[in-house]
């Protein structure tokens, strides 16, 4: 097809780049890049992607000052090496409409970007890379070594019990402790505790512990960005900062500044505590029914571990009253406790509806706390009595 007519204008230096790719690897960056790239910014600038492309891969970069992200590209044929910055809402959307197995051209002279394909040609401003604050890459040293699987589940089994709208404490991450030998991650806010441990490897020059406060945010984003389950993850961490590697993507996240609350005085050793085995699947059956009746001025829901049941009671004046029994293996005393059923749930909802749990309480005062065989604790702080 016919391109866009000269144009005009004072080019800038080392602005030149053009390169060849397909669409799939490049709109998978994209997608991935967009998860940070800010929606408002008072830097116009964060807004783009910055294209590096050198040989036969590319680098797209994305940040909002706060997190970046690096995602290399393989397969990219470049005829002219360089860096160009690309509107990212736009390039993902022209991507993204485009026939599967499209090869696009994209190729800047300073002055304007053109991503071409054999049946669409467009026209984007260029700016300055330069003006692009700088991403960080990984080190060489790079300090940790953790299995992708077990990140996974360091992520979803913490981040949703922090509060980022926490000025106390810095409850809006997840304390992340890197040992020689173990990995624990650690979410609160305050009224609930969950903490997953297991195992990791100190490697490199990298410090041999660690114990950074990571934002929920990049947790997540690292999470959506692992690569397959027999790919490790790379652990770095700086003074202010931290850094994962996953396959060809790279993230680098501010850390979060403040004091974590002493989380392991919330795992108290009892060996009075009554414990029950339940498993997650029925369990979480029953307390979302007991929850059905509840509301936001009347929300626990009680518990009431009996010999040979659990029942469960929850009751509002505008909705009723509801009664659950769950059959459960307890010959010891009677003992009752009210817990708010959202935070029971958001625990379950994160294990296989098969995981065994063991239940431990006191009394109605105490923490319940809520354990797994595989490293997984959760501590729920009790609601007041009626």
Known sequence: MAGFPGRDAVRPKGSVMKVRCVREPLLAALQSAQAVVPARSPKPVLS?????????????SATDLEVGIRIRIEGVETSAPGAVLLPSARLAAIVRESPAGTVFDI??????????????????????PLEFPAVASFPADSGHELSTPLVRELVRRTVFA????????????????????EVTAVGTDGRRLAKMQGPAVATGGGAAEAAPIVPARAMQLVERCLSGADVPVRVAVRPSEILFHSGSTTISSRLVEGRFPRWRDVFPSRPDAIRVHLVAGPLLAAVRQAAIVTSEHSKGVDF??????????????????????LPIDHTGETVRIKLDPRFVSDFLRVL????????????????????????????IMPLAAD
């Not at 783009?48 to 797209?60: F, I, M, Q």
């Not at 929850?314 to 029994?325: C, D, L, V």
């Open 107 to 128: 190729h800047t002279d300073g002055t304007a970007t053109i991503v071409k394909a054999p049946r669409s040609e467009f026209r984007l401003p260029a700016e300055d």
């Open 352 to 379: 296989d509806a098969d995981t065994a749990v063991t239940v431990e309480l006191t009394d109605a005062q105490s923490a319940c706390v809520c354990t797994t065989t595989d490293g997984y604790g959760y501590v």
């Open 304 to 325: 009431t571990f009996e010999p040979g049941q659990l029942v469960l009671t929850g009751r509002s004046a505008e909705s009723g009253e509801s009664r659950i029994e």
């Open 48 to 60: 783009n992607v910055k294209l590096e492309a050198d040989g036969d891969s590319a680098v797209l």
């Open 162 to 181: 922090t509060d980022n709208e926490s000025s106390r404490y810095a409850l809006g991450g997840v304390l992340v402790e890197l040992g020689d030998k």
